[in-house]
């Protein structure tokens, strides 16, 4: 099933569809280790679609991708950040 769930992350980034859109918001915490993932865009992509779900708790590991040796990655997580601050004002 993890594998699956990955290679549908993987899928929607090829696609460049909206990040993982279609997970529903308790499903939320099957993205939250994809924050972890080895390849980048997939990390990228899961730090935008907590965002995008508004997964407020999720602002801590996105913050320690700021840190991610990947500059898309980095770019993504403050992207999130931002987003994720602008819909809790």
């Given at each position: 099933m993890k594998s699956m769930f990955r290679s549908f992350a993987v899928l929607l980034s090829i696609l460049a569809l909206p990040p993982l859109l279609l997970v529903a918001q308790?499903?939320?915490?099957?993205?939250?280790?994809?924050?972890?993932?080895?390849?980048?865009?997939?990390?990228?992509?899961?730090?935008q679609s907590l965002a995008d779900l508004s997964v407020k708790r999720s602002a801590g590991e996105i913050v320690k991708l700021l840190e991610d040796k990947d500059a898309r990655v980095r770019w993504a997580a403050a992207a999130a950040l931002r987003k994720l601050e602008a819909k809790h004002m």
């Open positions: 308790e499903d939320a915490e099957k993205v939250l280790p994809l924050l972890k993932d080895a390849d980048p865009m997939v990390r990228a992509r899961a730090a």
